[in-house]
């Protein structure tokens, strides 16, 4: 991993995702969140503020340790124990069953392989145990669609593997889970970035 990705874009992405635009999002996609959560793309902890009382404790996935040392004061603010359990979403050193919930945020649109990491959050869930996300994704409008595809190559080299033009919706059901409830809409910003999805879905049995 090169200077790139172990300094500088951690501090960028922080700063993209950490803009004012994106806190209703968080809160949303947050709320209903309780007991030992498994967050899958920690980050620099942007989402920490937003857990509800009642979450515990938190085991975190991140490859990044620049991005996962940003999250120290967020950390030391929180009321919540977190705990970097692993640097792969693809393969999760974690027992089955043994997560209440779990949280992905600006995750699915980076990982090599979504459907894998959905597929390894699905074994640490316990039965009944909700998924909540929140990604940016492929544009229903046609216009804006074209121009994520033509942007994606650029996007992918200079966003650390980020895609524009992955579909949310269609990888948490290709997983094998069933949709609770999503919303689905432009956040204030350039709309090959900003068309995101929240919601939250079960394993479907």
């Known amino acids: 991993m090169g200077l790139y990705q172990r300094v500088v874009f951690p501090r960028v992405a922080e700063w993209v995702c950490s803009a004012p635009l994106m806190t209703p999002w968080r ?3 947050c709320d209903g ?7 899958v793309g920690f980050g620099a902890g942007l ?4 857990y509800p009382a009642a979450v515990s404790r938190v085991l975190a996935v991140e490859p990044s340790s620049g991005a996962f040392a940003r999250a120290d004061a967020r950390r030391a603010r929180s009321h919540v124990l977190v705990e970097h359990v692993g640097l792969d979403g693809h393969r999760l050193q974690l027992e089955d069953a043994s997560a209440d919930m779990a949280l992905v945020t600006f995750t699915l649109c980076t990982v090599s392989e979504p459907l894998v990491v959905l597929g390894e959050i699905a074994r640490v869930l316990r039965p009944g145990g909700e998924l909540h996300f929140l990604e940016h994704g492929l544009s229903p409008r046609r216009g804006v669609a074209t121009l994520q595809r033509v942007l994606d190559p650029l996007e992918r080299a200079l966003a650390d593997g980020c895609h524009l033009t992955r579909d949310p919706e269609a990888l948490v059901r290709a997983a ?9 809409g432009y956040a204030p910003g ?14 479907d049995q």
């Open 176 to 184: 094998g889970f069933r949709l609770v409830w999503m919303e689905q």
């Open 190 to 203: 350039p709309k090959p970035w900003t068309f995101f999805s929240a919601g939250v879905a079960v394993v």
């Open 27 to 29: 809160r949303r996609v």
């Open 47 to 50: 989402n920490l503020p937003h």
């Open 33 to 39: 969140l309780a007991g030992t959560v498994l967050e």
